[in-house]
């Protein structure tokens, strides 16, 4: 390929991508498609996750993981359909589910006695195992994970963000009382927080959801909520304490210490692909992708370059940099395409967000060097080949870094505080970000502050930063500063 061509195609790839401040979603839809993150399925609502996409989800599964195997939870697998009966028996929950699910009405040619749900969550499946496993308070407490597929039959959906199908994690535990209960529910929301913001480079507010907001069988939720590139907000994760509300309902009771039948108390935590889309909208630019190292399926592409006659002595190079790298445990791949420009394959890995570029020529073989390029700050650095490991390792962190300072300021740009209705509808047209208000305690003020503005109650922060007074709506004293916005 010619050096015009590489420019044209170059050129032709940045117009394919939408700016975020023309069409923030279709930019979105540009860019996971351009980097051949996802594909349509033939079913309305579902996506098929292609490799790199799915690449991603695996990184985020494993990082998940072993922190929750660290904190003493182990895997199962439970069943997809769910028996209609199992959700009769928790009324609060089937109603918060019941428009989302589809059923099963006919199996192997005959119509089944009774309906079959496809999992929408598995806290009815499991309060029913719960209940024969468990009888003695020497059986407590019960930590479980599982990773699944659901199905929540969306009306609008977005690639990642919202699907018919979606893959997740879905925490279920048992215990003895009230206080380990809830003890674990706030250890699963920091574990989620502390992996947004140093593994996914995510600052999070994290916070109580209202009573309105919270999982429908819940006691109390707890949610941490991540603030898009256009100022819209992500539910990132969610933990909750369910009391003895589903004990109750499916019969989960040990005998305590003193020989006396008790409930027990349980939660359910979880996150899901949606991380995946998070991510990209809290990190992409008007060149595409901009991948956290930690998750980036490729943190490193090595491009080797320079003229046909020297290109078997850079191509050696290469591979023993590339075998470093990789002995290094750094996810790194070459490519050595001579059909390609230099050109193009820069442009390409920009828009699929690779957080380092490495390059390597003639010149700097014979200085015993190589080029590294930042995907986040564009910034080149000259390092010697025998501390290139070192170097790149430390590109990467400093990419992490950026990323989290970069999505923390924004963040911080676009929170602003309000004290009336009035003064939040003043720039209605432009409400972007989170906003800062306080709020009485009633479902009426919150739900008016929907109706006029679109924005929903996100948390009542842990931090909020400031404690609001009066209630944004009807001006009565608040009883909570609650964080409002538009949302995903």
Same mark, same amino acid.
């Given at each position: 390929?010619?050096?015009?061509?590489?420019?044209?195609?170059?050129?032709?790839?940045?117009?394919?991508?939408?700016?975020?401040?023309e069409?923030?979603?279709?930019?979105?839809?540009?860019?996971?498609?351009?980097?051949?993150?996802m594909d349509y399925?033939?079913?309305?609502?579902?996506?098929?996750?292609?490799?790199?996409?799915?690449?991603?989800?695996e990184?985020?599964?494993?990082?998940?993981?072993d922190?929750?195997?660290?904190?003493?939870?182990?895997?199962a697998?439970?069943?997809l359909?769910i028996p209609?009966?199992?959700f009769?028996?928790?009324?609060?929950?089937?109603e918060?589910?019941?428009?989302?699910?589809?059923?099963?009405?006919?199996?192997g040619?005959?119509?089944?006695?009774?309906?079959?749900?496809?999992?929408p969550?598995s806290?009815t499946?499991?309060? !029913?195992?719960?209940?024969?496993?468990?009888?003695?308070?020497?059986?407590?407490?019960?930590?479980?994970?599982?990773?699944?597929?659901?199905v929540?039959?969306?009306?609008?959906?977005?690639?990642?963000?919202?699907t018919?199908?979606?893959?997740?994690?879905?925490?279920?535990?048992? !215990?003895?009382?009230?206080?380990?209960?809830?003890r674990e529910?706030?250890?699963?929301l920091?574990?989620?927080?502390?992996?947004?913001?140093?593994?996914?480079?995510?600052?999070?507010?994290?916070?109580?959801?209202?009573?309105?907001?919270?999982?429908?069988?819940?006691?109390?939720?707890?949610?941490?909520e991540?603030?898009?590139?256009?100022g819209?907000?992500?539910q990132?994760?969610?933990s909750?304490?369910?009391?003895?509300n589903?004990?109750t309902?499916?019969?989960?009771?040990?005998?305590?210490?003193?020989?006396?039948?008790?409930?027990?108390?349980?939660t359910?935590?979880?996150v899901?692909?949606?991380?995946?889309?998070?991510?990209?909208?809290v990190?992409g630019?008007?060149?595409?992708?901009?991948?956290?190292?930690?998750?980036?399926?490729?943190q490193?592409?090595?491009i080797?370059?320079?003229?046909?006659?020297?290109r078997?002595?850079?191509?050696?190079?290469?591979?023993?940099?590339?075998?470093?790298l990789?002995?290094?445990?750094?996810?790194?791949?070459m490519?050595?395409?001579?059909?390609l420009s230099?050109?193009?394959?820069?442009?390409?890995?920009?828009?699929?967000?690779?957080?380092?570029r490495?390059?390597?020529?003639?010149?700097?073989?014979?200085?015993?060097?190589?080029?590294?390029?930042?995907r986040?700050?564009?910034?080149k650095?000259?390092?010697?080949?025998?501390?290139?490991?070192?170097?790149v390792?430390?590109?990467?962190?400093d990419v992490?870094?950026?990323?989290?300072?970069?999505?923390?300021?924004?963040?911080?740009d676009n929170?602003?505080?309000?004290?009336?209705?009035?003064?939040?509808?003043?720039?209605?047209?432009?409400?972007?970000?989170f906003?800062?208000a306080?709020?009485c305690g009633?479902?009426?003020?919150?739900?008016?502050?929907?109706?006029?503005t679109?924005?929903?109650?996100?948390?009542?922060?842990?931090?909020?930063?400031?404690?609001?007074?009066?209630?944004?709506?009807c001006?009565?004293?608040?009883?909570?500063?609650?964080?409002?916005?538009r949302?995903?």
């Open positions: 390929m010619t050096k015009e061509s590489g420019k044209e195609s170059q050129q032709a790839g940045n117009r394919e991508i939408t700016p975020q401040s069409d923030f979603s279709r930019w979105y839809l540009d860019a996971i498609r351009k980097a051949d993150l399925a033939p079913v309305r609502g579902c996506i098929v996750f292609k490799p790199d996409g799915y690449e991603l989800w990184l985020i599964q494993r990082q998940l993981d922190r929750f195997k660290a904190t003493g939870h182990r895997n697998y439970f069943p359909f209609e009966s199992f009769e028996k928790e009324k609060e929950h089937v918060g589910f019941n428009p989302e699910l589809p059923w099963v009405t006919e199996a040619g005959e119509k089944l006695e009774e309906r079959l749900a496809i999992r969550t806290e499946m499991i309060g !029913h195992m719960y209940a024969k496993w468990i009888q003695s308070y020497r059986d407590l407490p019960v930590l479980i994970n599982q990773w699944a597929n659901v929540r039959w969306e009306k609008r959906t977005m690639p990642f963000l919202r018919s199908e979606f893959l997740w994690q879905e925490g279920h535990t048992a !215990h003895e009382d009230e206080a380990d209960a809830r529910t706030m250890q699963m920091e574990i989620y927080k502390e992996f947004a913001e140093n593994v996914l480079a995510i600052p999070v507010i994290a916070g109580q959801k209202t009573e309105s907001e919270k999982f429908a069988g819940a006691v109390d939720t707890y949610s941490i991540a603030m898009m590139r256009d819209r907000a992500v990132a994760g969610t909750h304490y369910l009391g003895t589903f004990a309902a499916f019969d989960i009771k040990y005998l305590d210490r003193e020989n006396t039948q008790q409930f027990a108390h349980t359910s935590w979880g899901s692909t949606r991380l995946i889309g998070a991510l990209i909208m990190h630019d008007d060149k595409g992708l901009v991948l956290p190292p930690k998750v980036a399926p490729m490193a592409v090595l080797p370059i320079g003229p046909p006659a020297k078997e002595s850079v191509l050696a190079k290469a591979a023993e940099v590339l075998a470093d990789k002995a290094a445990g750094v996810r790194v791949r490519d050595d395409r001579s059909d230099p050109g193009w394959k820069f442009n390409e890995y920009e828009m699929r967000g690779i957080p380092v490495i390059e390597l020529g003639p010149r700097d073989l014979e200085n015993g060097q190589a080029v590294l390029a930042s986040v700050s564009g910034e650095r000259v390092v010697a080949l025998d501390n290139l490991v070192a170097e390792e430390k590109m990467l962190a992490h870094k950026e990323l989290y300072d970069r999505a923390l300021q924004f963040m911080n929170l602003r505080s309000v004290d009336s209705l009035e003064e939040l509808k003043a720039n209605d047209d432009k409400l972007r970000g906003v800062l306080g709020w009633s479902r009426e003020c919150e739900s008016k502050v929907k109706e006029e679109g924005a929903t109650s996100r948390n009542i922060p842990f931090e909020p930063g400031e404690t609001k007074s009066t209630c944004l709506v001006g009565e004293g608040a009883k909570h500063t609650v964080a409002f916005a949302a995903y």
